[in-house]
């Protein structure tokens, strides 16, 4: 018990640490074999540690057909990219066709920039080749995301499942003392097992909601799924440990399936004891509409579960109202940025054509040969690119239509779960129309830098 007490006194009286993130090259992301470099955090709360001797294995050092090399199929490696120019890693696991599991620290981005690109890597036990890796596409827009409970749904394409199957999630409490094992890819590596001396400690979760256990992780480790051995379904999400205490720690998964529809879909909930259900009651109001959308659909049979769904629907609806409204103001900001990088391309494109028109008066008015070989010559360099820059915004008034679909696709949404998606095609839109905006714009400034010296050596040819 003093032990338990010295963890609650230190995780009650510490402040947050800063996070430990392991960063790579950014020219190496795509790859499956990474070479991370790792920044220190500060203080004492980082994202994940070891105590005393590291006893986290290789899981190759296993058989294929066993237990723990099972078990870590459907665990991967999340590479990010973020807008800052920075780079991450964390783990990730698979829990339908869809959708992978990761924490919510790994998405932002630790320095608060944005992701701009993800991609999960399954299959990676070879550190050494990579070989029998395969990498997928991942959307940067998490489906379902929660600070507090550091999760976050991403959607994954390619469906990995097929290949790499899914986890089992547990949908009860973390038992006192027992027996775990953690899987994921420290520092960005080839797939590891931390197994020795891996346990929950007593009691099994903290006054804070979390569970407390001894299993050795370090940086990329974020995200990594906590299994229970006896049964072999994933009981917590891995998330961060305290220098201070000795202690590292998971989010209970049943904490985050009373939030997470996604994963309440993948793995449905047994109904629950008429014990239970009263205290998912009385923690529903606590979590709003997902509260009482857990307690309706554990406990059908309870007497308030018809107060339940009246409650939940009232929420719900003020919760979706709030995120479609979110929804169609990022659309309409997205459909305003891509117009204004049209306009853009537009301005340069016709500083481009008159600077066509310019020089080919020029030459209509030219005498002298030198004189008309200088503006042939411009014409000549001018010719290729413009037809090019001409294609380009043609293509952009197509996107710009495009643009306009996607925004009433939003505006007729009724469930705001489909709209990120939705949101990422029109942001890959606006990226396109500025990239054809800054190309023209630098030929412009080209063009007339040209344009200006073809004139001053007009003059050295007299009529």
Known sequence: MSRFLSFCLATCLAGAGAAQQVEFDPADFGQIVLAPRQSAGAGGLVLEQAFGDYQNEPILTYGETSLPRQLGRPVGRLDMLYASGKTGVCTAFIVDENHILTNFHCVPGLDGGGVQAAQFVAGYVDGAHGRGAETFQVSVQPVESSQPLDYAVLRVFGDPASRFGTVEIAADAPANGEVLWIIGHPQGQAQHISREGCAADDPAVSPQGKLVHSCDTLGGNSGSPVFRVTDRKVIGLHHAGDNRTGYNFAIPMAAILAESRVL?????VDPAPAGQCDMLWQAAEAHGCEGFRAF????????????????ARTLCAAQEAEALSALQDAAVELSMQLLEA????ELHLLDLQTYREVARLALDEASADGAREIWQGYLRFLEGPLAQREAAFAGLQDADLAQVALETEVWELTDPAAGPAILA????????ADKVAFETRGLARIAKDKLDRAEADTWAWPD
């Open 296 to 311: 309706i659909e554990t406990c059908a049979d309870h007497p308030l579960a018809a107060i339940g769904q009246k409650q």
């Open 342 to 345: 049209r306009e853009a391309a």
């Open 264 to 268: 309440k879909a993948a793995a449905p």
């Open 425 to 432: 095609r029109m942001q890959d839109n606006v990226a396109a």
